[in-house]
C-alpha cells in the first residue's frame, strides 16, 4: 500500500517536472496540460486533471485514495524549443511504455539542466544575420545591412545580459532597445548607412517577442484565457518597453 | 533578382529565428522554410497590391498550415515551425513609425499608424485561428487518424 502510495507521487512528479520544463522553455498552455495528463495516463492513472497558468501549475490525480494534489511555481521563463520537443519526444516514449517512472524522471532532471545546444555567440550572430535580412526584407537597401546587423547584434546581446543582472521585468527589452537605436543613430551620424528608419527597425526585429504573440493566440483559442490574456499583457509590455527605449532615443534626435 | 534575394533572406532570418529560440539543429532548415513560404506568401500578394491585411492573413495562414504538416511529419511541437515563420509578419516598422510619430507629437499619424499595426497583429492572428480550423478539419482526417500526442 505505501510503495503504491509512493509510485502515485512519484508518477505526479514526472508529470510536473516535464509540464514546468515544456512551460519554462516556451510551450503553449494545451500542449503543457496535454503532456502532463497522457504521461499521467501512460503510467496507468486515468483521471488527472491539470491547471496550468504562466507562472504556475496545479496538477491532481485521481485514484482509490483520496485526490492527490501538487502544485509548482513558475518563475523564469525562457524560450529553448530544444527542451518542448525533447520533452514531447520523452512523453511519446513514456506513451509507448519504453520508460519507467525513474527513467523518466532522471531524464527530465538531466534535460532540465542542460545548457543550450547553440552558444551564446551563435545566437548574437544569429540576431546579427535577422537584422541584416530585415532591412532588404523591408525594401532598405544593401548599405544599411551592415550597421543594422551590428546594432542588432548589440541589441540582442544586452538583452540576453542585463536580464541575467536585473530581474526586472522588461528593463533589458528597454535598455536593448535604447542601445540599438542608439548605435543606430551614431551610425547614421557618421554616414554608415543612410536610412536610419530601417537600420533601427531591423536592429530591433530580434527583439520582438514572436513567441509569446504566437502563443497568446493559441492559447486563447484553445481556451485558455488566463494564459492566453497574460502571455498577451506580457507581449504588449515588452512591445512597450521597445517603443519606450526607442522613443527616449528620438527625443534626443 | 528582387526575388530571389527576398527568398533567400527570408529563409535565413527564419532559420536565425531558429537559432535564437535554440530550435533542434537538424529541424533549422525546416524552420526557414516555413518562414520563406509565408514571406514569399506575403510579398507576392503586396506587389500585386493586395492590402497588407489580407495578404498578412494567407501569409500566416500559409504558414502555420505547413507548421501543422511538418509538425505531424516530424513528430514535434508545431510552435518549432510557425514561431519562426509568423516574425517577418510581425509590423515591426509600423509599430516603430507610430511610435516616432508619438514621440513628435504627431498624434493623429500616430494613431493611424498604431491602429494599422494593431490590425496587422490581428490578421497575423485571424490567419493562425484559420489555419487551426482547417487543420481540424481537413488535414487531421486525412493524414493518419492515429492519436498520438498533440500536435
Known sequence: MDANLEEKYDIMDVSLLAGKIMLENGAETYRVEDTMMRIAQAFGIPESHSFVTPTGIMFSIETDEPTKTKLTRISRRTTDLYKVSAVNSISRRISAGELTTIQAYRELKELQTAPMFFSF??????????SGCF???????????????IAGGLAYFIVLKVSD???T????????????GTLSYLFYRIGFGGDLDRIIVGALIPLVPGLLITNAVRDLMAGHFISGLAKGAEALLTALAIG????VVMTFI | MTILSNMLLSFLAAASFGVMFNVPKKLLVKCGTVGMAGWMVFFFLSEHAVDPLPSTVAAAFTVAVIGHVYARVYKTPVIIFTVAGIIPLVPGGTAYRAMRAFVQNDYENALSLAAKAFMISGSIALGLVLSDVFYQLILRKKMRPENDAAV
Open chain 1, 244 to 247: 519606450s527605449g526607442i522613443a
Open chain 1, 169 to 180: 521585468m522588461f528593463f533589458s527589452e528597454f535598455m536593448a532597445a535604447l542601445a540599438g
Open chain 1, 165 to 167: 543582472v536585473v530581474p
Open chain 1, 121 to 130: 555567440m551563435m545566437q548574437i550572430f544569429a540576431a546579427a544575420s535577422a
Open chain 1, 135 to 149: 532591412v532588404i526584407l523591408l525594401k532598405g537597401s544593401w548599405d544599411n545591412v551592415l550597421p543594422a546587423m
